[in-house]
């Protein structure tokens, strides 16, 4: 009798990893959901009822007053940004950065540098700022400079939070229920390894999910904005183009253009300088020759 438990104990637990329409996770997901994710509506039932359903309490009631995940379930958003910024003096701007991202409770996670000396010294940093001061840094950033260029990303992630925490749940529950099963077993050592082996399968599926929620975590919990900025002394923002301004651009355009196309054809002939000389020479030699034997040919005729 134990042995036919174990087996199929790790049958379960082999349908649970699965993924299959009959694996644990997907047979029972809503009890995980109630008891994990809308932990805060648990806290708020009355003392000796349970909100879960058929949990305590007088059953059917409960029921109705279940609360709705949408409303309970706190969105899980990651934001990031970029921002690209023009400034006129790069002297004291990597530490105006830094005051910038100290002040709104963040941190640097990247910086790099290019100092070259000249007019286009520029700079890229990566900082992580709390949510909760997202809109508030992006508003100091802008204020560094002259803003080029900006774009924010949303990403929702709570449909994926929530299914790990629910995962998690349901792999807690196996694996008490294995641990249970392995304390009380009396059967052969085969089986005992077997389902040892099972339990250390599902402790490496719960901690790669517990990882992956930590992350998950991690991100909507600090924003992550790119700032870059680069050093351009009297610049004018660009204007909505007049027909003064198209007609001058366009003059500028054709004059460069004009002066490419005379300094490629002077690079031509100076760079093939010899090949040139080499085919004059030959054409010249051709024609005084072809010349000859034209003289040569009207003075037959006309002796003839």
């Known amino acids: 009798m134990r042995t ?3 087996l199929m104990l790790i049958g379960l637990a082999t349908g649970c990893s699965g993924g299959g329409p009959m694996s644990w996770e997907a047979t029972a997901p809503s009890t995980a959901m109630d008891s994990n994710v809308f932990h805060d509506a648990n806290k708020t039932a009355p003392s000796g009822t349970s909100s879960l359903p058929g949990v305590g309490g007088t059953g059917g009631p409960q029921e109705a007053e279940q609360p709705v995940p949408s409303k309970v379930t706190e969105r899980k958003i990651i934001y990031t940004a970029n921002i690209n910024l023009i400034v006129d003096n790069f002297d004291g701007f990597e530490q105006k ?3 910038v991202v100290s002040q709104h409770g963040g941190y640097l996670a990247s910086s790099n540098l290019d100092r070259m000396q000249g007019e286009r010294r520029s700079g890229r940093w990566t900082a992580r700022v709390p949510v909760d001061r ?4 992006l508003s100091a950033v802008r204020q560094l400079g002259v803003p080029s260029s900006q774009n924010q990303n949303a990403q929702d992630v709570t449909e994926e939070f929530v299914d790990l925490d629910a995962r998690i749940a349901n792999k807690r529950r196996l694996e008490a229920r294995v641990l249970e099963l392995l304390d009380r ?3 052969e050592i085969q089986h005992v390894i077997e389902v040892e082996r099972e339990l250390a399968r599902i402790r490496e599926e719960i901690e790669r999910m517990e990882g992956r929620l930590r992350f998950l975590k991690d991100q909507t919990a600090m924003t992550t904005v790119t700032i870059s900025a680069r050093e351009e002394r009297d610049y004018v923002p660009p204007e909505a183009p007049t027909l003064g301004s198209r007609l001058g651009m ?3 355009n054709s004059l460069d253009r ?3 196309f005379l300094q490629d054809g002077l690079v031509f002939f100076v760079g093939n300088a010899i090949a040139l000389v080499v085919w004059l020479a030959g054409l010249c030699i ?3 020759v072809l010349k000859s034997v034209w003289k040569r040919f009207r ?3 006309a002796s003839a």
């Open 299 to 301: 003075r037959s005729a």
């Open 4 to 6: 036919t438990l174990i």
């Open 286 to 288: 051709a024609w005084l």
């Open 134 to 137: 997202y809109e508030e840094f």
């Open 97 to 99: 950065v830094a005051d």
């Open 258 to 260: 004009t002066t490419t």
């Open 250 to 252: 366009a003059w500028t």
């Open 185 to 187: 077993s009396e059967d």
